[in-house]
């Protein structure tokens, strides 16, 4: 069965540019053209597709997934490199989420310092911000 590059798109909740970028760079083949120069799909195409979204939903970055989708048409080859991949991900997810965590928390220092009832001029949020940006060049 062929698929318009609208069903796609609808199909796998990815857009009809982006979907056409990842042609561009490869990660799905070029689709076939109809008389009308209309672009048709695949099965396999809407397979890829499905896993393209679910690896950039987990932050997989496009050079990744290009490997990913490389190891995965040689069925016979030892996953370890495919592990290794994943493995590198979920560090960066790891370091994200201590940033984040340290946000938080700077935030919720800044804000519990607050209760809105001051001028602008005595806003310990403002100073905090102020004051951060000479304390971290003095380091």
């Given at each position: 069965?062929?698929?318009?590059?609208?069903?796609?798109?609808?199909?796998?909740?990815v857009k009809?540019?982006?979907?056409?970028y990842?042609?561009?760079?490869?990660?799905?083949e070029?689709?076939e053209?109809?008389?009308?120069?209309?672009?048709?799909?695949?099965?396999?195409?809407?397979?890829?597709?499905?896993?393209?979204?679910?690896?950039r939903d987990?932050?997989?970055p496009?050079?990744?997934?290009?490997?990913?989708?490389?190891?995965?048409?040689?069925p016979?080859r030892p996953c370890?490199?495919?592990?290794?991949?994943?493995?590198?991900?979920?560090a960066?997810v790891?370091?994200?989420?201590?940033?984040l965590?340290?946000?938080?928390?700077?935030?919720?220092r800044?804000?519990?310092?607050?209760?809105?009832?001051?001028a602008?001029?005595?806003?310990?949020?403002?100073?905090a911000?102020?004051?951060?940006g000479?304390c971290?060049?003095?380091?």
């Amino acid at each position: 069965m062929m698929h318009s590059i609208g069903e796609l798109s609808r199909r796998t909740g990815v857009k009809v540019p982006t979907i056409r970028y990842y042609e561009q760079m490869g990660l799905i083949e070029a689709a076939e053209r109809t008389g009308g120069n209309q672009r048709r799909y695949e099965k396999g195409d809407l397979e890829r597709l499905t896993f393209i979204r679910h690896a950039r939903d987990l932050g997989f970055p496009i050079e990744a997934i290009r490997e990913l989708i490389s190891l995965s048409g040689h069925p016979g080859r030892p996953c370890d490199r495919a592990d290794t991949i994943a493995a590198e991900q979920l560090a960066q997810v790891r370091e994200k989420i201590a940033r984040l965590q340290k946000l938080e928390s700077e935030l919720q220092r800044i804000t519990g310092h607050c209760d809105g009832d001051h001028a602008i001029e005595d806003c310990y949020v403002i100073r905090a911000l102020s004051d951060h940006g000479l304390c971290e060049s003095e380091h």
